[in-house]
Protein backbone atom coordinates (compact mmCIF):
# COMPACT_ATOMS: atom_id res chain seq x y z
CA UNK A 1 0.00 0.00 0.00
CA UNK A 2 2.79 2.48 0.86
CA UNK A 3 3.46 2.27 -3.18
CA UNK A 4 0.71 4.20 -3.76
CA UNK A 5 1.20 6.76 -1.73
CA UNK A 6 4.76 7.29 -2.83
CA UNK A 7 5.01 10.91 -4.21
CA UNK A 8 6.94 9.52 -7.28
CA UNK A 9 3.76 7.55 -7.93
CA UNK A 10 1.84 10.33 -8.22
CA UNK A 11 4.65 12.22 -10.49
CA UNK A 12 5.83 9.54 -12.50
CA UNK A 13 6.97 10.75 -16.35
CA UNK A 14 5.66 9.43 -19.20
CA UNK A 15 3.98 8.16 -21.22
CA UNK A 16 1.89 10.75 -21.48
CA UNK A 17 -1.71 11.03 -23.69
CA UNK A 18 -2.14 10.35 -27.25
CA UNK A 19 1.31 8.39 -27.13
CA UNK A 20 0.98 4.41 -27.95
CA UNK A 21 0.42 3.19 -24.57
CA UNK A 22 -2.51 5.48 -24.54
CA UNK A 23 -4.09 3.97 -28.00
CA UNK A 24 -2.86 0.63 -26.69
CA UNK A 25 -4.48 0.81 -23.48
CA UNK A 26 -7.79 1.92 -25.38
CA UNK A 27 -7.76 -0.87 -28.09
CA UNK A 28 -6.76 -3.66 -25.06
CA UNK A 29 -9.91 -2.27 -23.68
CA UNK A 30 -12.07 -2.61 -26.09
CA UNK A 31 -10.83 -5.79 -26.76
CA UNK A 32 -11.00 -7.27 -22.98
CA UNK A 33 -14.91 -5.80 -22.96
CA UNK A 34 -15.42 -7.77 -26.41
CA UNK A 35 -13.87 -11.07 -25.19
CA UNK A 36 -15.37 -10.94 -21.82
CA UNK A 37 -19.00 -10.26 -23.19
CA UNK A 38 -18.60 -13.20 -25.66
CA UNK A 39 -17.96 -15.50 -23.01
CA UNK A 40 -20.53 -14.22 -20.78
CA UNK A 41 -23.29 -14.90 -23.83
CA UNK A 42 -23.80 -18.69 -22.65
CA UNK A 43 -23.95 -18.30 -19.59
CA UNK A 44 -26.69 -17.81 -16.75
CA UNK A 45 -28.58 -14.31 -16.14
CA UNK A 46 -27.13 -15.21 -12.25
CA UNK A 47 -23.52 -15.58 -13.53
CA UNK A 48 -23.90 -12.33 -15.96
CA UNK A 49 -25.13 -10.46 -12.70
CA UNK A 50 -22.47 -11.84 -10.46
CA UNK A 51 -19.80 -10.48 -12.76
CA UNK A 52 -21.33 -7.45 -13.65
CA UNK A 53 -21.91 -6.51 -9.88
CA UNK A 54 -18.18 -7.10 -9.06
CA UNK A 55 -17.22 -4.62 -11.20
CA UNK A 56 -19.40 -1.81 -9.88
CA UNK A 57 -17.68 -2.98 -6.85
CA UNK A 58 -14.42 -2.67 -7.96
CA UNK A 59 -15.25 0.85 -9.03
CA UNK A 60 -16.69 1.89 -5.89
CA UNK A 61 -13.51 0.26 -3.85
CA UNK A 62 -11.16 2.24 -5.96
CA UNK A 63 -13.43 5.76 -5.80
CA UNK A 64 -12.92 5.35 -2.05
CA UNK A 65 -9.81 4.43 -2.02
CA UNK A 66 -8.81 7.21 -4.64
CA UNK A 67 -10.48 9.50 -2.05
CA UNK A 68 -8.24 8.35 0.73
CA UNK A 69 -5.28 9.30 -1.16
CA UNK A 70 -6.83 12.72 -2.89
CA UNK A 71 -7.26 13.21 1.61
CA UNK A 72 -3.73 11.80 2.51
CA UNK A 73 -1.69 13.59 -0.50
CA UNK A 74 -3.95 16.85 -1.41
CA UNK A 75 -5.42 17.71 1.61
CA UNK A 76 -2.71 16.94 4.27
CA UNK A 77 0.56 16.68 2.36
CA UNK A 78 -0.17 18.85 -0.44
CA UNK A 79 1.60 16.81 -2.94
CA UNK A 80 0.30 16.66 -6.05
CA UNK A 81 -1.87 19.26 -7.56
CA UNK A 82 -5.13 18.41 -7.77
CA UNK A 83 -8.53 20.49 -8.87
CA UNK A 84 -10.56 20.57 -6.07
CA UNK A 85 -13.33 22.08 -8.54
CA UNK A 86 -13.72 18.57 -10.06
CA UNK A 87 -13.02 16.80 -7.11
CA UNK A 88 -16.63 15.11 -6.42
CA UNK A 89 -18.41 12.20 -8.23
CA UNK A 90 -20.84 14.16 -9.79
CA UNK A 91 -19.56 13.88 -13.29
CA UNK A 92 -21.76 12.28 -15.51
CA UNK A 93 -19.35 9.03 -15.64
CA UNK A 94 -19.13 8.83 -11.82
CA UNK A 95 -23.35 8.93 -12.09
CA UNK A 96 -22.07 5.35 -12.89
CA UNK A 97 -21.79 4.59 -9.43
CA UNK A 98 -25.17 5.54 -8.41
CA UNK A 99 -27.40 4.33 -11.42
CA UNK A 100 -26.22 0.85 -11.62
CA UNK A 101 -27.63 -0.41 -8.49
CA UNK A 102 -30.81 1.04 -9.83
CA UNK A 103 -30.36 -1.16 -12.63
CA UNK A 104 -29.50 -4.01 -11.09
CA UNK A 105 -31.92 -4.06 -8.10
CA UNK A 106 -34.58 -1.79 -8.87
CA UNK A 107 -38.27 -3.62 -9.18
CA UNK A 108 -39.99 -0.71 -10.71
CA UNK A 109 -39.81 -1.57 -14.33
CA UNK A 110 -39.86 2.24 -15.84
CA UNK A 111 -37.33 3.25 -13.30
CA UNK A 112 -35.16 -0.09 -14.62
CA UNK A 113 -35.42 0.88 -17.88
CA UNK A 114 -34.16 4.47 -17.48
CA UNK A 115 -31.44 3.27 -15.54
CA UNK A 116 -30.12 0.42 -17.76
CA UNK A 117 -30.57 2.58 -21.11
CA UNK A 118 -29.05 5.46 -19.13
CA UNK A 119 -25.78 3.40 -18.55
CA UNK A 120 -25.63 2.29 -21.85
CA UNK A 121 -26.26 5.15 -23.72
CA UNK A 122 -24.68 8.08 -21.66
CA UNK A 123 -22.57 6.21 -19.67
CA UNK A 124 -21.05 3.75 -22.16
CA UNK A 125 -20.25 6.20 -24.95
CA UNK A 126 -18.98 8.88 -22.47
CA UNK A 127 -16.35 6.35 -20.54
CA UNK A 128 -15.26 5.71 -23.61
CA UNK A 129 -14.88 9.31 -24.69
CA UNK A 130 -12.96 10.16 -21.64
CA UNK A 131 -10.55 7.43 -22.17
CA UNK A 132 -9.27 9.60 -24.69
CA UNK A 133 -9.92 13.16 -23.48
CA UNK A 134 -10.31 12.49 -19.58
CA UNK A 135 -7.19 11.17 -19.48
CA UNK A 136 -5.25 13.87 -21.15
CA UNK A 137 -7.03 16.17 -19.25
CA UNK A 138 -5.19 15.11 -16.45
CA UNK A 139 -1.60 16.17 -17.78
CA UNK A 140 -0.78 12.96 -15.82
CA UNK A 141 1.40 10.22 -16.88
CA UNK A 142 -0.42 6.56 -17.98
CA UNK A 143 1.81 5.35 -15.03
CA UNK A 144 0.93 7.95 -12.37
CA UNK A 145 -2.32 7.51 -10.01
CA UNK A 146 -4.38 9.59 -11.37
CA UNK A 147 -3.61 8.80 -15.02
CA UNK A 148 -3.98 4.99 -13.94
CA UNK A 149 -7.15 5.39 -11.98
CA UNK A 150 -8.52 7.82 -14.85
CA UNK A 151 -7.77 5.25 -17.59
CA UNK A 152 -9.06 1.87 -15.44
CA UNK A 153 -12.28 3.58 -13.82
CA UNK A 154 -13.82 4.82 -17.66
CA UNK A 155 -12.59 1.35 -18.98
CA UNK A 156 -15.02 -0.06 -16.38
CA UNK A 157 -16.95 2.00 -17.14
CA UNK A 158 -17.37 1.19 -20.87
CA UNK A 159 -17.08 -2.35 -20.33
CA UNK A 160 -20.01 -3.22 -18.05
CA UNK A 161 -22.64 -1.96 -20.71
CA UNK A 162 -20.99 -3.26 -23.22
CA UNK A 163 -21.40 -6.52 -21.38
CA UNK A 164 -25.12 -5.41 -20.82
CA UNK A 165 -26.00 -5.14 -24.45
CA UNK A 166 -23.74 -8.23 -26.32
CA UNK A 167 -25.07 -10.75 -23.81
CA UNK A 168 -28.38 -9.32 -24.20
CA UNK A 169 -28.74 -8.74 -19.95
CA UNK A 170 -30.46 -5.61 -21.17
CA UNK A 171 -32.30 -5.57 -24.37
CA UNK A 172 -32.55 -2.44 -25.19
CA UNK A 173 -35.93 -1.53 -26.54
CA UNK A 174 -36.33 1.65 -29.01
CA UNK A 175 -39.23 2.59 -26.52
CA UNK A 176 -36.19 2.82 -23.97
CA UNK A 177 -34.60 6.03 -25.16
CA UNK A 178 -37.17 8.56 -23.16
CA UNK A 179 -36.71 7.07 -20.24
CA UNK A 180 -33.11 7.16 -20.11
CA UNK A 181 -33.14 10.60 -21.15
CA UNK A 182 -35.58 11.85 -18.70
CA UNK A 183 -33.27 10.22 -16.04
CA UNK A 184 -30.16 12.68 -17.99
CA UNK A 185 -32.25 15.29 -17.64
CA UNK A 186 -32.81 15.26 -14.01
CA UNK A 187 -29.16 14.09 -13.31
CA UNK A 188 -28.09 17.39 -15.29
CA UNK A 189 -30.73 20.20 -13.87
CA UNK A 190 -28.97 18.96 -10.05
CA UNK A 191 -25.74 19.46 -11.33
CA UNK A 192 -25.75 22.30 -13.44
CA UNK A 193 -27.79 24.12 -10.08
CA UNK A 194 -24.93 22.70 -7.81
CA UNK A 195 -22.47 24.15 -10.31
CA UNK A 196 -24.22 27.65 -10.36
CA UNK A 197 -24.35 27.82 -6.66
CA UNK A 198 -20.27 26.63 -6.12
CA UNK A 199 -18.80 27.70 -9.06
CA UNK A 200 -17.64 24.44 -10.26
CA UNK A 201 -17.79 22.81 -13.43
CA UNK A 202 -19.21 19.03 -13.11
CA UNK A 203 -20.58 18.68 -16.51
CA UNK A 204 -17.65 19.80 -17.82
CA UNK A 205 -18.91 23.12 -19.63
CA UNK A 206 -17.25 25.98 -19.13
CA UNK A 207 -13.55 27.58 -19.34
CA UNK A 208 -10.37 25.16 -18.81
CA UNK A 209 -12.50 22.48 -20.49
CA UNK A 210 -13.12 23.13 -23.77
CA UNK A 211 -10.77 22.79 -26.56
CA UNK A 212 -10.54 23.03 -30.79
CA UNK A 213 -14.12 24.39 -32.30
CA UNK A 214 -15.53 23.90 -28.87
CA UNK A 215 -13.72 26.83 -27.66
CA UNK A 216 -13.96 29.04 -30.31
CA UNK A 217 -17.92 28.94 -29.85
CA UNK A 218 -17.54 28.86 -26.25
CA UNK A 219 -15.96 32.37 -26.48
CA UNK A 220 -18.18 33.87 -29.30
CA UNK A 221 -21.68 33.01 -27.71
CA UNK A 222 -23.63 33.87 -24.37
CA UNK A 223 -22.96 31.39 -21.98
CA UNK A 224 -27.10 30.23 -22.21
CA UNK A 225 -26.32 29.34 -25.58
CA UNK A 226 -23.14 27.60 -24.99
CA UNK A 227 -24.59 25.43 -22.04
CA UNK A 228 -27.62 24.28 -24.51
CA UNK A 229 -25.49 23.25 -27.10
CA UNK A 230 -23.62 21.36 -24.58
CA UNK A 231 -26.31 19.61 -23.67
CA UNK A 232 -28.05 18.83 -26.94
CA UNK A 233 -24.48 17.39 -27.89
CA UNK A 234 -25.13 15.12 -25.14
CA UNK A 235 -28.05 14.41 -26.07
CA UNK A 236 -27.49 14.07 -29.53
CA UNK A 237 -24.66 11.46 -28.30
CA UNK A 238 -27.04 9.45 -26.13
CA UNK A 239 -29.63 8.90 -29.18
CA UNK A 240 -26.96 8.10 -31.54
CA UNK A 241 -25.43 5.53 -29.44
CA UNK A 242 -29.27 4.29 -28.80
CA UNK A 243 -30.42 4.08 -32.23
CA UNK A 244 -26.74 2.64 -33.12
CA UNK A 245 -27.61 -0.20 -30.60
CA UNK A 246 -31.20 -1.28 -31.51
CA UNK A 247 -30.30 -1.03 -35.37
CA UNK A 248 -27.46 -3.47 -35.06
CA UNK A 249 -29.75 -5.65 -33.27
CA UNK A 250 -32.64 -5.55 -35.42
CA UNK A 251 -30.23 -6.71 -38.15
CA UNK A 252 -28.72 -9.45 -36.02
CA UNK A 253 -32.41 -10.56 -35.26
CA UNK A 254 -33.19 -10.11 -38.83
CA UNK A 255 -30.25 -12.36 -40.40
CA UNK A 256 -31.59 -15.11 -37.98
CA UNK A 257 -35.74 -14.66 -38.62
CA UNK A 258 -36.74 -13.46 -35.76
CA UNK A 259 -38.86 -10.38 -35.34
CA UNK A 260 -37.17 -7.11 -33.67
CA UNK A 261 -39.05 -7.82 -30.68
CA UNK A 262 -38.49 -11.78 -30.25
CA UNK A 263 -41.43 -13.17 -31.61
CA UNK A 264 -40.73 -16.04 -34.23
Not at 174 to 200: H, M, Q
Not at 220 to 230: A, E, F, G, K
Request: glycine share 6%.
Amino acid sequence: MKFFYDPDWFNRPGPWAFTLEHFLFIIFTVIVGVLISLLLRKKSEKTIKIVLISLWAFIVAFEIFKWNVIYTRVFIDETYPYDIETMLPLHSCSMFMYIFPIAMFCKNQIIKKAANNFLVTVNMIMGFITLFVGFAGKHASLFSFFGFHTLIYHAIIFIVPLIMVITNYYDVKKEDLKYGLALFGILTFIVLTFDSVTGCDYMYFYDGHTFGVFRFIYENVHRSIWTLIVVTCYILTAVITHYLIVGIKYLLKKNKGESIYGES
